[in-house]
């Protein structure tokens, strides 16, 4: 089945910093693949998306591509904010509808 | 965008007693709703699928009996945590998909669930 891989954290970095957190993924066609974002305390939210191959998703100044020469969907921001600092979650559908498949979460911690 | 809103966002009970969680999707209907629950190492793990108008599918080693699903409507699915433990104390997320979307889950706030 569809399973996704992301790499573990905390990171912890300071305010400015280059951000990258790695996702590979494993599945059968060419899914959407998903980051979501859970702020302390909250629910997820969705942070962005890519529906085919070779898509970018972007918003709040992340972005990702849709790569299926290397199966992955890295997150990206080029200046972390303190309000940034959250957990973050790849994710894939499996060949169930609407149910997801989530990497183990990446806690990211901008300092000032 | 979709909006799912859970309540109570934060709830304290006895050992022993029962709590139910509220689901509910504001603007769009959901056939189906995801309950997860997301341990302190923040992986999630999905609990039980609730279906409209028949019964939860829970995902293995998850306990029937001791998590009550029930979705009675096309908007509102209800986790009752019963005769709870202080193990069952946890976050519990409830998410919805939007049908004709490209897949994505919409998410609750979250229930922080505390027993004594």
């Known amino acids: 089945g569809n399973s996704v891989t992301q790499m573990e954290g905390p990171v912890t970095l300071s305010e400015e910093a280059f951000l990258t957190i790695n996702c590979t993924y494993t599945?059968?066609?060419?899914?959407?693949l998903f980051w979501y974002v859970q702020y302390p305390g909250e629910g997820l939210q969705l942070l962005l998306k890519?529906?085919?191959?070779?898509d970018k998703g972007s918003n709040k100044g992340f972005e990702a591509t849709y790569r299926k020469e290397t199966t992955s969907f890295h997150l990206e921001k080029g200046s972390v904010q303190v309000s940034d600092s959250a957990v973050y979650f790849c994710?894939?559908?499996?060949?169930?509808?609407?149910?997801?498949?989530f990497g183990a979460g990446t806690q990211v911690v901008v300092t000032p | 965008g979709a909006v799912v809103s859970q309540h109570p966002s934060r709830v304290i009970c006895k050992s022993g007693t029962s709590v139910k969680i509220e689901c509910r999707s504001l603007d769009f209907q959901a056939t189906t709703m995801f309950w997860y629950r997301q341990f302190p190492k923040q992986s999630l793990m999905l609990m039980a699928t609730s279906n409209e108008g028949s019964k939860a599918t829970y995902e293995q080693g998850v306990e029937k009996d001791k998590f009550l699903i029930n979705h009675a409507s096309l908007t509102l699915s209800t986790l009752t945590v019963t005769s709870a433990h202080p193990e069952d104390s946890s976050f519990y997320i409830c998410?919805?998909?939007?049908?004709?979307?490209?897949?994505?889950?919409?998410f609750g706030e979250g229930s922080r669930l505390t027993v004594l």
């Open positions: 599945a059968t066609g060419y899914p959407s």
């Open positions: 998410s919805a998909p939007l049908q004709g979307g490209s897949g994505e889950l919409f």
């Open positions: 890519a529906t085919k191959a070779d």
């Open positions: 994710a894939l559908p499996t060949d169930s509808w609407g149910k997801l498949q």
